[in-house]
Each structure stands twice: as C-alpha cells, then as structure tokens.
C-alpha cells in the first residue's frame, strides 16, 4: 500500500535540503523575523490561489510554502526553543522566551492558561 504522507514527507525534506543549499541554511535563516516568515510563505500561497491542483505549479507553489513553515518553526526553536507541554490542558503548550529584556512567560496556545 501506498503511504502518501512518508512520500511527501520526502518531498518536503529534499525540498528543505535544497532551500538551504540555495540560502545557506540557519545562518541566514535566522536573521529573519516573523513577518518576513509570514510574507515568504505568502508569496507562495498566493501563486497556489492562481493554480489548479493538476497543475506542476500548484504543486511547487504548495511544497515551498510548505517547507517554509518547516524553515521557520526550526528558526523559532533555535532562537526561542520548544513550547513546553500544558499541565492544565495536556495541549501544545506554553512558551518562556529569555529576551535582552528579561525572560517572558507566553499562555498556552490551546487553553490560554497557566503562565508559570
Ligand atoms: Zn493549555
């Protein structure tokens, strides 16, 4: 049987591997900010909104956008680590930044609660 997801999972890493070839990988990658991140992956949804899913088009427009997301998560982690598990909801958890202006403490994306 065919598993689709392993298949495009190996689609999206050599398209990774290929985006940083092409831009250096972490070093440049971490030198954007979020709204950079966000106007990247936009670009591509919005050439996917002109296609049909039949056409090549789509499907690089899709796979890139993808991949950036994928691109910025890892350059969220690097620069502000993983959110840690929720006590109160068992959801995705919540964030402590460590800034130059101190530590900053982000509610559950799920529950909105507990800061510690
Ligand atoms: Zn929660």
Redesign the pocket.
Known sequence: MANERDDVFEALWAERARQDEQWGGFVHDDYHTGPDWARFIERFVNLAYEREMVEPEWYDAMLKATVLGVAALEAHARTYGLPEP?S????R??FSYMTSQGRIDVD?I????PTR
């Not at 799920?110 to 609660?113: E, K, L, Q, T, V």
């Open positions: 929720c109160q909801c068992g959801g958890g919540t559950c799920d529950c909105d609660g």
